[in-house]
């Protein structure tokens, strides 16, 4: 397996399996996996002559002692980085005042103090306006793997985001990311947050409840349907019936999804939840590694150009389709990180609303 680490944030992310775009490693049920490896290193080990057994031992300790290395390395590299991570933080503290409007006018006083005078009419036209507004779903409309995932109905809300962080476990376990809301008429959670383990691959993602507002729910909708009754004693009569559907929104990334046994899928079904996941992580990263850090390049949009100039540097784009080489986003259930279930299966899906 690779092993992939941000340039950021970053502590090593998670091992990718062979095949794997995004990196989740499925594990199989009741440990199969390690019993299939197990039986074909024997098997391999059988075809050896005993002196090559013997070198291949001895590779092993060579392995074995890299191995202790590696450990140590990861353990200076995890000091390392909470050490920067802390520096960092006063950083991302005075952007959050700057971009809630805490420090507007700290900020113009230091803009005349320096002898340069405000635009001619910006105190009469301007002065309503309090810090950055929209910051956050600015950047990360520019960001395509977070992009794809946000719809219109989902804008609204997203402007009452007030900030972003991400907090790394110190023995380099894992990660949560923690999103901050202003009051808002969609839901009562001041904080969102979506945490992911990963030692030393992608084992756990845990998101949590949003208590949406009633009529507010931005991942399902209400609808009703009229039936008329075929048979007994109300037959011919119609009566409506409610249910809750799956709709598209950035939202459902902070649902925890489940994984069901490997041994009750078929290839297809499992490829389709790697996909979920990979999509899932993706996003994840996007904001660890990207949006965070970089957060005002990515308002503006220059980081999205430096990432466009770098692939087109490396030749990412053969510009076959005849268009700009950008990958259009995903629509339908491909947008959202997790795909809906199939109607008829699994437990009918409601909002939880206060």
Not at 18 to 44: C, K, P, R, V
Not at 119 to 132: A, K, L, N, W
Request: proline share 5%; net charge negative.
């Amino acid at each position: 397996p690779t092993t992939v680490s941000t340039a950021a944030t970053g502590f090593t992310q998670m091992n990718l399996g062979a095949g794997s775009a995004g990196g989740f490693n499925f594990q199989l049920a009741d440990g199969e996996d390690e019993d299939e490896d197990f039986d074909e290193e024997q098997d391999m080990m059988a075809m050896l002559p005993p002196n090559v057994v013997r070198r291949v031992d001895r590779l092993k300790e060579l392995h074995a002692e890299r191995e202790t290395l590696m450990e140590a390395y990861q353990a200076e590299r995890s000091k390392l980085e909470q050490k920067y991570a802390s520096l960092c933080k006063p950083l991302y503290d005075k952007r959050f005042e700057v971009i809630s409007g805490n420090v507007d006018k700290e900020i113009d006083n230091a803009v005349t103090a320096a002898g340069e005078t405000l635009t001619q009419g910006e105190d009469e036209e301007e002065g309503e306006i309090v810090g950055v507004p929209q910051f956050w779903v600015c950047a990360m409309g520019h960001m395509q793997a977070v992009a794809e995932l946000i719809t219109e109905g989902d804008v609204d809300c997203l402007e009452s985001l007030v900030n972003i962080t991400c907090e790394d476990d110190e023995d380099g376990g894992g990660f949560t990311i923690k999103f901050s809301f202003a009051p808002n008429d969609y839901f009562q959670n001041e904080v969102l947050t979506k945490r992911y383990e990963i030692p030393p691959i992608l084992k756990n993602v845990m998101g949590c409840d949003i208590s949406w507002k009633e009529g507010k729910c931005l991942t399902h909708k209400t609808v009703t349907k009229k039936q008329r009754s075929k048979a007994g004693k109300h037959a011919g009569q119609i009566r409506s019936v409610s249910r809750q559907e799956v709709t598209e929104s950035f939202f459902h990334f902070f649902k925890t999804p489940k994984m069901p046994s490997m041994s009750e899928m078929d290839e297809e079904k499992a490829d389709a939840i790697e996909a979920a996941f990979d999509r899932d992580y993706d996003a994840a990263q996007a904001f660890r590694s990207h949006i965070i850090p970089k957060a005002v390049l990515w308002f503006t949009g220059e980081a999205m150009e430096e990432d466009m100039d770098a692939m087109m540097a490396d030749g990412a784009f053969s510009g076959g389709d005849g268009g700009d080489g950008v990958m259009p986003a995903p629509t339908g259930a491909a947008a959202s990180p997790f795909p809906p279930p199939v109607p008829g299966e699994g437990e009918n899906p409601e909002c939880k609303q206060n």
